[in-house]
């Protein structure tokens, strides 16, 4: 009880009135994470715990940042969701709300035998559309890693961690292509890091999102990260003898200073392993090429996340209405051009607390120049996209009575006892058919009637059939829409409960 006690007094007392926390998730030199029930909402949330956001500028800017572009970023189904931001009594720590998921990708394919190839295909699939989305805001993420993809036992896949992510729009320079502003103070995970910020071009494109991608798939298919380099020079040299050698053109175009293509001529001279030597010979070949065509030298030679949507490496999952952009540039209300002082970041994200409701769409974080929506329309064209969208909304909602739309919400209507008896024959049929992966020890299966985990407990795969999906607006001044979280279909895939209880028994997280 007295430990107990210890670990609650970590928690400020307002935070325990709002969040029932129900266990200690994890905890690291700038923060502890809390797993939750919103008293409020009665959700499953994770409660995030900031020490001293505000300890210095460096700390102040990505705590800022990292608020910022996640409420822009809300309304995606692969980006996590932040729900609420809440003040500490000392002024200086702050907690932020998530929406809880079970896992994250590192602790996955650290496990070693969880991820089959249908998995890997659909968290490919996932990061794809997130990043398409992120990069259409005009901004890159620049931290994409294993332990940033956070996981649920229906292979849902959510993009975390927006404290590096930049805008491009704020500094534009004078590049022919627009897409390569200067940027600094880049420290993200070495392993993942794109070949050009690692010989000092500060001249960063979206591409290295994409190589980051490309470092992800190979890590899910090795079982390993691909480039464990130990240094900046070891990890340029790992880089250099497995990727397939740069032309002297791209060399020019890429190192900015002499001692970066020194260190590319240098690498030349190493022994090479090539990406089929590296990453085993039974590697499918669509994941082969689409790594190769990731993981090149030359920035601008690599697919855009657009381009790789259309490899035949994730087509069985490829449908374009789901793979969403956004209408506008999203650009923070603070110029991260200028590093500001401790007490700018503080007063700015507290007045945003203050005069804006969490649940609202963040209004403020979008720039009024990069917003082509009402100004340059007639009243008369806006009221035929009002009537558009409204009778678009009735046509989703209208379903014939007798069909059943199978999803995670809550049924708003009663079946008859005849369909649930029915669909319950359904569901003991599939499971005949599809082949669950369960690895769970004979010794765990106590684990089973853990209640976070039961409504997965009859979960199935089957990855050929794709129901039509209800589509929202995401926000009140857009024609985009998106999938409704509500409605996505579970028979994408699975990382069956029983794999994940079997992380959580082994203390992965």
Same mark, same amino acid.
């Given at each position: 009880?007295?430990?107990?006690?210890?670990?609650?007094?970590?928690?400020? #007392?307002?935070?325990?009135?709002?969040?029932?926390?129900?266990?200690?998730?994890?905890?690291?030199?700038?923060?502890?994470?809390?797993?939750?029930?919103?008293?409020? =909402?009665?959700?499953?949330?994770?409660?995030?715990?900031?020490?001293?956001?505000?300890?210095?500028?460096?700390?102040?800017?990505?705590?800022?940042?990292?608020?910022?572009?996640?409420?822009?970023?809300?309304?995606?189904?692969?980006?996590?969701?932040?729900?609420?931001?809440?003040?500490?009594?000392?002024?200086?720590?702050?907690?932020?709300?998530?929406?809880?998921?079970?896992?994250?990708?590192?602790?996955?394919?650290?496990?070693?035998?969880?991820?089959?190839?249908?998995?890997?295909?659909?968290?490919?699939?996932?990061?794809?559309?997130?990043?398409?989305?992120?990069?259409?805001?005009?901004?890159?993420?620049?931290?994409?890693?294993?332990?940033?993809?956070?996981?649920?036992?229906?292979?849902?896949?959510?993009?975390?961690?927006?404290?590096?992510?930049?805008?491009?729009?704020?500094?534009?320079?004078?590049?022919?292509?627009?897409?390569?502003?200067?940027? =600094?103070?880049?420290?993200?995970?070495?392993?993942?890091?794109?070949?050009?910020?690692? +010989?000092?071009?500060?001249?960063?494109?979206?591409?290295?999102?994409?190589?980051?991608?490309?470092?992800?798939?190979?890590?899910?298919?090795?079982?390993?990260?691909?480039?464990?380099? =130990?240094?900046?020079?070891?990890?340029?040299?790992? +880089?250099?003898?497995?990727?397939?050698?740069?032309?002297?053109?791209?060399?020019?175009?890429?190192?900015?200073?002499?001692?970066?293509?020194?260190?590319?001529?240098?690498?030349?001279?190493?022994? &090479?392993?090539?990406?089929?030597?590296?990453?085993?010979?039974?590697?499918?070949?669509?994941?082969?090429?689409?790594?190769?065509?990731?993981?090149?030298?030359?920035?601008?030679?690599?697919?855009?996340?657009?381009?790789?949507?259309?490899?035949?490496?994730?087509?069985?999952?490829?449908?374009?209405? #789901?793979?969403?952009?956004?209408?506008?540039?999203?650009?923070?209300?603070?110029?991260?051009?200028?590093?500001?002082?401790?007490?700018?970041?503080?007063?700015?994200?507290?007045?945003?607390? %203050?005069?804006?409701?969490?649940? &609202?769409?963040?209004?403020?974080?979008?720039?009024?120049?990069?917003?082509?929506?009402?100004?340059?329309?007639?009243?008369?064209?806006?009221?035929?996209?009002?009537?558009?969208?409204?009778?678009?909304?009735?046509?989703?909602?209208?379903?014939?009575?007798?069909?059943?739309?199978?999803?995670?919400?809550?049924?708003?209507?009663?079946? =008859?006892?005849?369909?649930?008896?029915?669909?319950?024959?359904?569901?003991?049929?599939?499971?005949?058919?599809?082949?669950? @992966?369960?690895?769970?020890?004979?010794?765990?299966?106590?684990?089973?009637?853990?209640?976070?985990?039961?409504?997965?407990?009859? %979960?199935?795969?089957?990855?050929?059939?794709?129901?039509?999906?209800?589509?929202?607006?995401?926000?009140?001044?857009?024609?985009?829409?998106?999938?409704?979280?509500?409605?996505?279909?579970?028979?994408?895939?699975? @990382?069956?409960?029983?794999?994940?209880?079997?992380?959580?028994?082994?203390?992965?997280?």
């Amino acid at each position: 009880m007295a430990q107990t006690k210890d670990k609650m007094s970590e928690i400020d #007392e307002h935070i325990l009135k709002r969040f029932d926390i129900q266990k200690r998730l994890g905890k690291g030199a700038y923060g502890i994470v809390w797993k939750a029930i919103d008293r409020k =909402t009665k959700e499953v949330v994770a409660v995030k715990k900031i020490f001293d956001a505000f300890r210095n500028q460096t700390d102040a800017q990505r705590t800022f940042r990292e608020i910022m572009f996640l409420r822009s970023f809300k309304d995606h189904p692969n980006i996590v969701k932040l729900l609420s931001i809440h003040r500490a009594a000392n002024n200086r720590d702050i907690y932020l709300g998530f929406e809880y998921m079970e896992t994250d990708l590192h602790n996955v394919i650290k496990r070693g035998n969880i991820l089959k190839d249908i998995h890997k295909r659909y968290i490919m699939y996932q990061l794809l559309k997130a990043t398409k989305y992120i990069h259409s805001g005009n901004v890159i993420h620049r931290d994409q890693k294993p332990s940033n993809v956070l996981l649920d036992s229906l292979c849902r896949c959510k993009i975390a961690d927006f404290g590096l992510a930049r805008s491009l729009t704020q500094t534009l320079g004078n590049s022919p292509s627009g897409t390569d502003p200067t940027l =600094t103070d880049y420290v993200a995970t070495r392993w993942y890091r794109a070949p050009e910020i690692l +010989i000092a071009n500060r001249k960063y494109t979206k591409g290295i999102d994409m190589w980051s991608l490309g470092c992800i798939l190979g890590e899910m298919i090795l079982g390993k990260p691909v480039f464990p380099g =130990t240094s900046t020079v070891n990890q340029v040299e790992k +880089i250099m003898a497995t990727i397939v050698p740069p032309s002297q053109e791209d060399i020019s175009m890429i190192c900015a200073s002499g001692v970066g293509s020194s260190m590319i001529k240098n690498s030349a001279s190493l022994q &090479r392993i090539p990406l089929r030597t590296l990453l085993g010979h039974d590697v499918p070949e669509d994941a082969l090429d689409l790594i190769n065509n990731l993981l090149l030298f030359n920035p601008y030679k690599r697919l855009t996340a657009e381009q790789a949507l259309e490899h035949a490496y994730i087509s069985r999952f490829h449908n374009p209405a #789901e793979e969403v952009e956004m209408n506008v540039n999203v650009i923070p209300p603070l110029s991260d051009d200028v590093r500001l002082t401790v007490d700018d970041y503080r007063n700015k994200l507290y007045e945003i607390m %203050s005069t804006h409701h969490h649940n &609202r769409p963040a209004k403020s974080l979008l720039s009024r120049g990069s917003i082509r929506l009402q100004s340059d329309l007639t009243k008369s064209e806006v009221k035929s996209r009002i009537v558009r969208d409204h009778e678009r909304y009735l046509k989703s909602h209208s379903y014939p009575k007798e069909k059943v739309y199978n999803t995670q919400s809550e049924p708003k209507v009663n079946h =008859t006892e005849e369909k649930l008896k029915q669909k319950a024959v359904q569901t003991r049929s599939e499971s005949k058919i599809f082949k669950k @992966i369960d690895i769970l020890p004979p010794e765990s299966n106590a684990l089973k009637a853990s209640g976070d985990y039961k409504k997965h407990a009859q %979960s199935s795969c089957d990855f050929t059939l794709r129901e039509r999906v209800r589509k929202k607006p995401l926000n009140s001044k857009s024609n985009v829409y998106v999938q409704s979280f509500n409605s996505y279909n579970p028979n994408h895939g699975i @990382i069956t409960q029983s794999a994940l209880m079997e992380l959580r028994a082994a203390g992965l997280r």
